[in-house]
């Protein structure tokens, strides 16, 4: 455990030597003790101490010094660090502004110079004023802090990074946390600077881009090979398992992930259909797992970056990213899943990250609590973001178009939501339009029988409402079908322009696309089962036929 601080201020070079001396001689061993003849440079200090997560258990400040009085850096200190003890140090014809000090700034003790002997006129009061201090004294969070606004865009988007790639933070609303202000004030921002990320030696970004934050958190950004055996494109279920087994059968392996790994299935709150797991898993455990897993064995995993291109030289795939960044490799495995349709409705995109979400249930259910919450969507997703909100909304609205959930969601999850007390399913109704000054507020329902709109306060819209295939970025570089998902395999074969594509004499393997030595796993593979045991099962599968591509080669 770090040592708490001790801090002296004392413009006069001689009283503050001494005072010094005294203090560290009892106290050096449980606390560390810092003097300076300064008072502003002790603001400056106490500043830094509280980015780094330092506490300071006792101020001493001499009452006559010329840059500040006593009495104004004592006060000054609250602003940072409320809970620490103040001593004033003051002669014989100080007394009135030390004892007034007492009642106005809540000094804990005047010391009267000089203080000798110390044995009997110092130690005792710091001994007194350290229990005291030590009892009510209550750790910070050791990690990385976001500071920001809840319902703010910016916030939101950091928040869902570090979740998603697992970092543990201390989320502090600038509006309900007290000490979230203190760190603002530390680091000399206002609130236009938010969110600010505190990280564990103090440092600090302001707004930061994403890829910013990621190297600040050590999130690996550079691939430190020249040639890889495999580059896994996409971080879903399909892309870690194709990542475990490349890695694990010896394979030169890279993962490229845009965002957080995990993919769509990092967004949910319980898995109940995964093998092993009887009593289910979170999409974030399945995917820590899936790391952890695939680390060890040797994976690189470059996030966030977004793949934009692959270009052929002399069969070998040069992957482009849009940072401008190039990756050479003998394969690539396209593991890009599926996108969340948006939902179209004018001005719904100003509140993206401030009350509307797209499979962010598990994020920011918590900020839910004791609030009314929509969700868009009837489906197995939207069923079960219901059930994790309902832990802390007041009441959770499930709107659908069609007139019941029975065809769209699992039995286990419509007999889940009917035990739920707090949730409702509205049948029959869309969401038209929304409505809010600088986060949501509140949306119109239309009920499709009737055609009669409501109006009706709504703090968060979750929306679960089908996706696309991520493969815009692909533009026409293997074969998709008429939806954009991607074609592989046997299913090339039945391609009229089949002889005009695939000029090997071999047909192409299960999992490859048009262009040889590229295989797609997981949703975005046209006709694939869609879910995490398939795209696991798929993932793992890929390695087997890049195995079998790579002895050809
Ligand atoms: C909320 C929710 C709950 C679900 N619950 C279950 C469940 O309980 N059981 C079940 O079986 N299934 C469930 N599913 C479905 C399941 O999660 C998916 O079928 C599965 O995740 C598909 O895996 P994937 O790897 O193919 O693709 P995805 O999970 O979609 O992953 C694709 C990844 O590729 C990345 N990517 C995309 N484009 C690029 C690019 N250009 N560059 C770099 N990276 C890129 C994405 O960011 C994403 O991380 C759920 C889905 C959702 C949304």
């Given at each position: 455990?770090?040592l708490?601080?001790?801090?002296?201020?004392?413009?006069?070079?001689?009283?503050?030597r001494?005072?010094?001396?005294?203090?560290?001689?009892?106290?050096?061993?449980?606390?560390r003790v810092s003097?300076?003849?300064?008072?502003?440079e002790?603001?400056?200090?106490?500043?830094?101490?509280?980015?780094?997560?330092?506490?300071?258990?006792?101020?001493?400040?001499d009452?006559?010094m010329?840059?500040?009085?006593?009495?104004v850096?004592?006060?000054?200190?609250?602003?940072?660090?409320?809970?620490?003890?103040?001593?004033?140090?003051t002669a014989?014809s100080?007394?009135?502004?030390?004892?007034?000090?007492?009642?106005k700034?809540?000094?804990?003790?005047?010391?009267?110079?000089?203080?000798?002997p110390?044995?009997?006129?110092?130690?005792?009061?710091?001994?007194?004023?350290?229990?005291?201090?030590?009892?009510?004294?209550?750790?910070?969070?050791?990690g990385?802090?976001?500071?920001g606004f809840q319902?703010a865009?910016?916030s939101?988007?950091?928040?869902e990074?570090l979740?998603?790639?697992?970092?543990?933070?201390?989320?502090?609303?600038?509006?309900n946390?007290e000490?979230?202000?203190?760190?603002?004030v530390?680091?000399?921002?206002?609130?236009d600077?938010?969110?600010?990320?505190?990280?564990?030696?103090?440092?600090?970004?302001?707004?930061?881009?994403?890829?910013?934050l990621a190297k600040?958190?050590?999130?690996?950004q550079t691939?430190?090979?020249?040639?890889?055996d495999v580059?896994?494109?996409?971080?879903?279920p399909?892309?870690?398992a194709a990542?475990?087994?490349?890695s694990?059968?010896?394979?030169?392996?890279?993962?490229?992930?845009k965002?957080?790994p995990?993919?769509?299935?990092?967004?949910?709150?319980?898995?109940e259909?995964?093998l092993?797991?009887?009593?289910?898993?979170s999409?974030?455990?399945?995917t820590?797992?899936a790391?952890?897993?695939t680390?060890?064995?040797?994976?690189?995993?470059?996030?966030?970056?977004?793949?934009?291109?692959?270009?052929?030289?002399?069969g070998?795939?040069?992957?482009?990213m849009?940072?401008g960044?190039?990756i050479?490799s003998?394969?690539?495995?396209?593991?890009t899943g599926?996108?969340?349709?948006?939902?179209?409705?004018p001005?719904?995109?100003?509140?993206?990250g401030?009350?509307?979400y797209y499979?962010?249930?598990?994020?920011?259910?918590?900020?839910?609590?004791?609030e009314f919450?929509?969700i868009?969507g009837?489906?197995?997703?939207?069923?079960q973001a219901?059930?994790?909100?309902?832990?802390?909304?007041?009441e959770?609205?499930?709107?659908?178009?069609?007139?019941s959930?029975?065809?769209?969601?699992?039995?286990y999850?419509?007999?889940?939501?009917?035990?739920t007390?707090?949730?409702?399913?509205?049948?029959?109704t869309?969401?038209?339009?929304?409505?809010?000054?600088?986060?949501l507020?509140?949306?119109?329902l239309?009920?499709?029988?009737?055609?009669?709109?409501?109006?009706v306060?709504?703090?968060a819209?979750?929306?679960?409402i089908?996706?696309?295939?991520?493969?815009?970025?692909?533009?026409d570089?293997v074969?998709?079908?008429e939806?954009?998902?991607?074609?592989?395999?046997n299913?090339?074969?039945?391609?009229?322009s089949?002889?005009?594509?695939w000029?090997?004499?071999r047909?192409?393997?299960?999992?490859?696309?048009s262009?040889?030595?590229?295989?797609?796993?997981?949703?975005?593979?046209?006709?694939?089962?869609?879910?995490i045991?398939?795209?696991v099962?798929?993932?793992?599968?890929?390695?087997?036929?890049v195995?079998?591509?790579?002895?050809?080669?």
């Amino acid at each position: 455990m770090k040592l708490p601080f001790i801090i002296i201020v004392d413009d006069d070079e001689q009283v503050l030597r001494a005072i010094q001396r005294d203090v560290r001689n009892k106290y050096h061993t449980e606390y560390r003790v810092s003097a300076t003849d300064s008072a502003k440079e002790a603001l400056e200090l106490i500043k830094e101490l509280k980015l780094k997560n330092e506490t300071v258990a006792l101020f001493i400040s001499d009452q006559r010094m010329p840059e500040m009085e006593g009495v104004v850096f004592l006060e000054k200190t609250k602003e940072i660090y409320p809970e620490s003890k103040l001593v004033l140090l003051t002669a014989y014809s100080d007394i009135d502004v030390a004892v007034r000090a007492i009642n106005k700034l809540k000094l804990d003790y005047y010391l009267l110079k000089p203080w000798n002997p110390p044995d009997e006129k110092l130690y005792p009061v710091v001994d007194d004023l350290l229990d005291e201090w030590q009892a009510q004294y209550k750790p910070d969070h050791e990690g990385i802090k976001v500071i920001g606004f809840q319902w703010a865009p910016k916030s939101h988007k950091l928040k869902e990074f570090l979740s998603g790639n697992l970092i543990p933070y201390l989320w502090m609303d600038v509006e309900n946390d007290e000490e979230a202000k203190k760190y603002l004030v530390s680091a000399n921002l206002k609130f236009d600077a938010l969110p600010l990320v505190v990280l564990k030696d103090g440092a600090w970004l302001s707004d930061p881009a994403l890829p910013d934050l990621a190297k600040h958190i050590g999130l690996k950004q550079t691939a430190s090979e020249k040639m890889y055996d495999v580059l896994i494109i996409g971080g879903g279920p399909a892309g870690l398992a194709a990542s475990v087994y490349g890695s694990c059968e010896g394979l030169k392996t890279i993962l490229i992930e845009k965002s957080n790994p995990g993919g769509q299935a990092s967004s949910s709150a319980r898995i109940e259909n995964y093998l092993g797991f009887p009593k289910g898993l979170s999409g974030a455990d399945l995917t820590r797992r899936a790391i952890t897993q695939t680390l060890r064995f040797g994976t690189e995993i470059l996030t966030p970056k977004t793949v934009q291109n692959i270009r052929l030289k002399d069969g070998y795939k040069i992957t482009e990213m849009t940072d401008g960044s190039e990756i050479h490799s003998k394969t690539v495995i396209i593991a890009t899943g599926v996108e969340y349709t948006k939902l179209e409705i004018p001005g719904l995109e100003k509140f993206n990250g401030a009350g509307v979400y797209y499979g962010s249930a598990s994020v920011e259910a918590h900020a839910c609590k004791g609030e009314f919450v929509y969700i868009v969507g009837g489906g197995n997703s939207a069923c079960q973001a219901a059930m994790h909100i309902s832990k802390f909304a007041k009441e959770v609205i499930i709107v659908i178009r069609r007139d019941s959930i029975t065809k769209t969601a699992a039995n286990y999850l419509i007999e889940n939501i009917s035990q739920t007390p707090n949730i409702r399913v509205q049948t029959s109704t869309e969401v038209v339009s929304v409505d809010g000054e600088k986060v949501l507020e509140k949306i119109t329902l239309k009920d499709s029988t009737t055609g009669e709109e409501k109006t009706v306060p709504a703090k968060a819209l979750f929306i679960y409402i089908g996706a696309k295939p991520g493969t815009a970025w692909l533009k026409d570089i293997v074969l998709k079908d008429e939806k954009g998902f991607i074609i592989t395999g046997n299913e090339l074969v039945k391609e009229k322009s089949f002889n005009n594509f695939w000029k090997l004499e071999r047909k192409p393997l299960l999992p490859e696309t048009s262009v040889p030595g590229i295989f797609a796993s997981g949703d975005v593979r046209s006709t694939a089962l869609t879910g995490i045991s398939s795209a696991v099962g798929e993932g793992a599968m890929a390695i087997r036929f890049v195995r079998k591509y790579l002895e050809q080669m």
